[in-house]
């Protein structure tokens, strides 16, 4: 049974960093698509960024040069950097996977149950 299990949430003021990370168990880790999404209250869930079975990376337009996606392949961990935080990032955030080596938009098999990442102007 695949379970994946985000930590690092938290609050911050405007221009601070988290880190997130996703926990794995139960997956084929490594050679395979793992991702990032979030939810703002009220709003459709968002992809946020994606890192491929080859460790190609994908970062959205309103994220980009502020968020950084990793492994931590002897962790079996996925790592999501985030630095000059926004208000506009505040939501809830979600660790995904799925069981082929490419990804495609927010089409995972696997999703974690999200930590929360409030930020405050």
């Known amino acids: 049974q695949v379970q994946l299990v985000e930590s690092g949430g938290g609050s911050v003021q405007a221009g601070g960093s988290l880190r997130l990370t996703c926990t794995t168990s139960g997956y084929m880790y490594s050679n395979n698509c793992m991702g990032w999404a979030r939810q703002a209250p009220g709003k459709r869930r968002e992809g946020v960024a994606s890192?491929?079975?080859?460790?190609?990376?994908y970062v959205e337009d309103s994220v980009k040069g502020r968020f950084t996606i990793s492994k931590d392949n002897a962790k079996n961990t996925l790592i999501l950097h985030m630095n000059s935080l926004r208000p506009e990032d505040t939501g809830t955030y979600f660790c995904a996977a799925r069981s082929l080596y490419f990804c495609s938009g927010l089409i995972y098999e696997h999703w974690g149950q999200g930590t929360q990442v409030t930020v405050s102007s």
């Open positions: 890192i491929n079975g080859g460790n190609i990376t």
